[in-house]
């Protein structure tokens, strides 16, 4: 059998993780992905998947030969685009992934003016406050805030973004204000999971920062929720600089400490693109760069 069908047959029981699903996504016989996967395991002389009536699993070997035959995969279809002239003009769908508030503000703008620019694609935004995983959720570009793991991926710096303590003016005249990391022991501290977890708030610039431990009094999954919550004077909260900037231009809220706050925090563009690039992607990113670039975020 032709080994890049072999390869796509196992990548769609690999990440169903079903014979049945991965037949209706290809359009082929059960038995056929069947045959097909017998036939990529006897050819490289390892099992792939551990099979039984209820369940498909991959082996360990399995597991790290997906991810290889996805990367595969993916540069032999740009590849083909490149030599037929696809990517002459963008076209297709494309996946993009923000955090909430930032695409909102500054993503939703730049997509807008892509789609009116290049009326051949579509694309699908996905706008989380938790970090996706670009290769299995199938994203094409992301915004990450903050420190970047070891990866594969292509990151693109645009700017970054102050990490500040925020409260209402109304808060600060009934309980005071806090003139070092340690008073904040003596405040209502608004909390979120996402940004200021519940050990406590780092602050300075040092090899050795201090660390402030606290029990929040709200807790909030949404930065949303933190900003409402804190504009409303129910406490101190530790929020990204683009995400009050409204509320601090309105005097609403005023920012706390500023002389104890940790080094800013770097904002990247993502992406997966090899050496061939598909144009839908090279044209949104040039975009959204220039766009990131132009606003004062922190």
């Given at each position: ?13 690999g990440?169903?993780e ?14 056929a ?5 017998s ?8 099992k792939l998947?551990?099979?039984t ?10 597991g ?12 032999i279809h ?9 990517n002459?003009?963008?076209?297709g ?12 503000k500054?993503?939703?703008p730049?997509?807008?003016?892509y789609?009116?620019?290049?009326p ?24 990450r805030?903050?420190?970047l793991p ?24 009934r ?9 904040l022991?003596?405040?209502?501290i608004?909390?979120?999971t996402?940004?200021?977890p519940?050990?406590g ?6 090899d050795?920062?201090t ?11 949404s ?14 909260a530790?929020?990204?600089?683009y ?6 231009a ?29 144009a839908?992607v090279?044209a949104?990113i040039?975009?959204?760069a ?6 004062q975020l922190d």
């Amino acid at each position: 059998m032709d080994q890049i069908h072999l390869m796509k047959v196992f990548v769609a029981v690999g990440e169903l993780e079903s014979f049945a699903a991965a037949a209706r996504r290809l359009d082929i016989s059960p038995a056929a992905v069947t045959r097909a996967v017998s036939a990529l395991e006897e050819q490289l002389g390892v099992k792939l998947l551990l099979r039984t009536t209820r369940s498909v699993r991959l082996t360990e070997a399995g597991g790290r030969y997906l991810e290889d035959t996805r990367h595969i995969l993916a540069s032999i279809h740009e590849a083909n685009e490149a030599a037929a002239g696809i990517n002459a003009t963008p076209r297709g769908d494309l996946a993009v992934t923000a955090p909430i508030l930032f695409g909102k503000k500054f993503v939703m703008p730049c997509i807008v003016r892509y789609l009116q620019q290049y009326p051949e694609v579509d694309v699908s935004a996905f706008f989380l406050d938790r970090v996706v995983n670009m290769v299995e959720e199938g994203m094409d570009v992301a915004v990450r805030i903050g420190p970047l793991p070891d990866s594969g991926l292509k990151a693109l710096r645009v700017g970054r973004v102050r990490r500040m303590l925020c409260a209402s003016p109304d808060y600060l005249a009934r309980h005071g204000v806090p003139k070092h990391p340690s008073d904040l022991a003596g405040h209502a501290i608004i909390g979120t999971t996402n940004l200021s977890p519940r050990a406590g708030w780092r602050f300075g610039v040092t090899d050795e920062p201090t660390l402030v431990r606290m029990k929040p009094r709200l807790t909030v999954t949404s930065n949303d929720g933190a900003i409402a919550a804190a504009s409303g004077g129910l406490g101190i909260a530790r929020l990204l600089s683009y995400q009050v900037a409204d509320e601090l231009a309105s005097g609403q809220l005023q920012v706390l400490l500023a002389e104890y706050e940790e080094a800013p925090w770097p904002i990247h563009v993502l992406h997966r693109e090899s050496k061939y690039g598909s144009a839908k992607v090279r044209a949104f990113i040039d975009m959204l760069a220039q766009g990131l670039r132009d606003q004062q975020l922190d």
